[in-house]
Every structure is written in structure tokens, then in C-alpha cells.
Antibody, heavy 120, light 107 residues
Framework: QVQLVQSGAEVKKPGASVKVSCKAS????????MHWVRQAPGQGLEWMGI????????SYAQKFQGRVTMTRDTSTSTVYMELSSLRSEDTAVYYC?????????????WGQGTMVTVSS | DIQMTQSPSSLSASVGDRVTITCRAS??????LNWYQQRPGKAPKLLIY???SLQSGVPSRFSGSGSGTDFTLTISSLQPEDFATYYC?????????FGQGTRLEIK
């Protein structure tokens, strides 16, 4: 079945970087864009950016420009989200989510989420 | 950036009730509006895309309507598993923005 499986929880110190993986299965990896969304504890959903696994093109939210990098590995059908210069406000659950096909963008398949805790 | 405002922020209702949640965009987004359900500790789930299209596998008691700036999500007859938080989201342009969420609680 179609699924996205993310890497496990991370604890990082302020100033460090974190790299979260999202392994896709059950569909043609390069045919679907992938979004990244985060959710701070008790808060709402925040869009971070999107990657096209076919050509590696990306678009990032202005808030994360310069700190976020999204990449992919077609040999393992995995996309990655790396966030640098971590601060306590980056403590959140990070989700990958597949863009549905068609004219209207929507996030039809989600990973289970990866908790990233930033603490000294 | 386009802002999304949901109302109410929280809502108490009973099993069998009809419930409506509203989402307003700060400018016209045509029908580029989606609705998600999130249960505690779980990833969001797509319910409605393109304002009124029901995602495959989602029960028909969920429906969406609207275009331009004003949208609604309606649950025709609440079931116990529907008590969750609901988010609207626009995908008209980047940055993609979600509403702040509506928490639906059992009365």
C-alpha cells in the first residue's frame, strides 16, 4: 500500500542541524512532489516547503530560507529535510506529505511524523 | 501572504449533530481550499480537496462548499470518531497556509 515512513525522534542542541528522512513505497516515487510540514507542541500546522523528486527542484517558505534543505535519493525512494541552526522554537513534529496529482494541490498521504526536540 | 481564519476555534457537539466549520481567506483563492482532520497524536488526514471534492475513502457525511474567500466544512451527522481537530488550508500560491484549527469536542 502507499505509505511514507519517517525516521525516528531526534534530540538536538541549539545551533546543531537535524536531517529527517521520509521513505516512500507503493507508488512511483518520481511522479509525486513531496511537502514538509511541522507542528509545534499544541500548535497548528506550518508549511515548510516542497521538493520535486523527479528533478530535485525545491520551493521553501520564506521563514526557512537559508536554514532548510530538501533533497532526495531515487535509489531508495527517500526524501530528506535538513534544518540547520536549530533553536528551541524548532521543537516540533515534522511531517512529510505527498502532493496529490491533479490541478488542485492537496496533501493526500502523510508520514507518521518525526519529533525533533531542541534543548541544551 | 494569504491568511486563513477558521471559526469557531472550538466547538462542543453531540453524536448525531450537524456541524459546520467556517474558513475565510484574506483574499480570493478560487477553489484552492482543502480540509484536514487530525486526531491526537496522529498525522492529519485529507478530507476535502478543491473546496468540495471528497477524498477517496472519506465518509459521505463530510462535505465542503464555497469559493473565493468563504468556505465551509459540514459534518451531517457526527460520529464518535469525528471528534478531532479540523484544519483548512489554501494551496492557491506559496506560502501554503493552514487555518489555526477548530477543535471539535464531545458535549
Amino acid at each position: 500500500q502507499v505509505q511514507l515512513v519517517q525516521s525516528g525522534a531526534e534530540v538536538k542542541k541549539p545551533g546543531a542541524s537535524v536531517k529527517v528522512s521520509c521513505k516512500a513505497s507503493g507508488y512511483t516515487f518520481t511522479s509525486y512532489y513531496m511537502h514538509w510540514v511541522r507542528q509545534a507542541p499544541g500548535q497548528g500546522l506550518e508549511w515548510m516547503g516542497i521538493i520535486n523528486p523527479s528533478d530535485t527542484s525545491t520551493s521553501y517558505a520564506q521563514k526557512f530560507q537559508g536554514r532548510v534543505t530538501m533533497t532526495r535519493d531515487t535509489s531508495t525512494s527517500t526524501v530528506y529535510m535538513e534544518l540547520s541552526s536549530l533553536r528551541s522554537e524548532d521543537t516540533a513534529v515534522y511531517y512529510c506529505a505527498r502532493r496529490r496529482t491533479g490541478r488542485h494541490d492537496a496533501f493526500d498521504i502523510w508520514g507518521q511524523g518525526t519529533m525533533v526536540t531542541v534543548s541544551s | 501572504d494569504i491568511q486563513m481564519t477558521q471559526s469557531p476555534s472550538s466547538l462542543s457537539a453531540s453524536v448525531g449533530d450537524r456541524v459546520t466549520i467556517t474558513c475565510r481567506a484574506s483574499q480570493s483563492i478560487s477553489s484552492y481550499l482543502n480540509w484536514y482532520q487530525q486526531r491526537p497524536g496522529k498525522a492529519p488526514k485529507l478530507l476535502i480537496y478543491a473546496a468540495s471534492s471528497l477524498q477517496s475513502g472519506v465518509p459521505s457525511r463530510f462535505s465542503g462548499s464555497g469559493s473565493g474567500t468563504d468556505f465551509t466544512l459540514t459534518i451531517s451527522s457526527l460520529q464518535p470518531e469525528d471528534f478531532a481537530t479540523y484544519y483548512c488550508q489554501h494551496t492557491y500560491s506559496t506560502p501554503i497556509v493552514f487555518g489555526q484549527g477548530t477543535r471539535l469536542e464531545i458535549k
